[in-house]
């Protein structure tokens, strides 16, 4: 099982940046994939961008790829995902999960997740 609580979030403007960290305790996080979701008011949560346990295989979704990287520091247990060029579709409550032994996109393969981090864009 791995513990795991996003910071980072805030209101921005259109085209700035902001940075999200997501901290992991438990023994199994170096070798689980962590993935990034969002969910926006009244819609389903989607998938963003997930890492391996290695930081060697990254996947993005299409609305948020060439804007947004993910990257993972195994030594201070961290997981950050580097968003830029924000626009106001990116407004949403951002989760970070954690699945054990594998990597996949399926919100529903994920063991573990955060309790979400508000990150509003404004127009």
């Known amino acids: 099982q791995v513990t795991l609580a996003e910071s980072g979030g805030g209101l921005v403007q259109a085209g700035e940046s902001l940075r999200l960290s997501c901290a992991a305790s438990?023994?199994?996080?170096?070798?689980?994939?962590v993935g990034w979701f969002r969910q926006a008011p009244g819609k389903e949560r989607q998938f963003v961008a997930v890492?391996?346990?290695?930081?060697?295989?990254?996947y993005y979704a299409d609305s948020v790829k060439g804007r947004f990287t993910i990257s993972r520091d195994n030594a201070k247990s961290t997981v950050s995902l580097q968003m830029n060029s924000l626009k106001p579709e990116d407004t949403a409550v951002y989760y970070c999960?954690?699945?054990?032994?594998?990597?996949?996109?399926?919100?529903?393969?994920?063991?573990?997740w955060g309790q979400g981090t508000q990150v509003t864009v404004s127009s």
């Open positions: 438990g023994r199994t996080f170096i070798s689980s994939a």
């Open positions: 999960a954690a699945v054990w032994a594998k990597i996949t996109t399926n919100q529903y393969e994920f063991d573990d």
């Open positions: 890492i391996d346990w290695s930081g060697g295989r990254t």
